[in-house]
């Protein structure tokens, strides 16, 4: 059996990502591989409660509780569903991952960056994706999709504008191995087309096992 791949989708509120990971999902699956779609924080039911408490806007975290929140869910999420999926071959699409840790609580909140980085290592026991899709947008751009969605503002949305433009900004400038940028001023046809290039390398180069 080949071993999974983790792939996520990470950028700004209203930068497509959950569109992009259904998109991209049918075509894994056309691909003949198995899918796993997660979404962060979520996925389980501890981490389902943790997101609960995380976007209601009636608590009013410190940003160290934010953090342990959304790590608790993303240690459940890892140890109950993505290392299991990953372990028995299948391709692991996530909507949100580490990244998004680093740009809100770290650029957005201001933790000190080292002691995030070890936190999150614990949280993932050293999971690392394999592909890292970065749609990247203007803040300007950001800030206008924030307001057209017509939704009420869940509480990560509710920061600042300060803060808003330092999340987006650290993603514009996320670096390192497979990370790769997308324009999310492309339409959701054209962003789906330059991410597949880049999935479909992947699965090429890591195939399904054949019979026996």
């Known amino acids: 059996m080949s071993r999974g791949r983790l792939i996520v989708v990470e950028g700004p509120d209203g930068a497509g990502k959950t569109t992009l990971v259904r998109a991209l999902s ?27 408490i995380v976007l209601d806007p009636a608590h009013p975290l410190s940003p160290a509780a934010e953090l342990f929140l959304m790590l608790a869910a993303r240690a459940d999420l890892v140890a109950g569903l993505m290392r299991p ?23 957005g909140r201001r933790l000190p960056e080292a002691d995030v980085r070890r936190a999150n290592a614990v949280a ?49 400038q996320a670096a390192g191995p497979g990370v790769v940028h997308l324009d999310g001023m492309l339409t959701a046809e054209a962003l789906t087309e330059a991410a597949w290039t880049h999935v479909r390398e992947m699965l090429t180069e890591h195939p399904p096992a054949g019979p026996g």
């Open 26 to 52: 049918g075509r894994v699956r056309a691909a003949g591989r198995e899918v796993v779609e997660v979404r962060e924080p979520g996925g389980t039911p501890v981490a389902e409660a943790c997101r609960a």
């Open 85 to 107: 999926a990953l372990q028995r071959g299948a391709v692991v699409l996530s909507d949100r991952f580490d990244l998004s840790t680093m740009a809100y609580q770290v650029a």
């Open 124 to 172: 993932t026991g050293g999971l690392i994706p394999d592909r890292t899709l970065v749609i990247d947008l203007s803040p300007d751009a950001a800030r206008a999709r924030r307001q057209a969605m017509g939704t009420a503002l869940d509480r990560m949305e509710q920061g600042d504008a300060d803060m808003q433009e330092r999340v987006v900004r650290w993603f514009a």
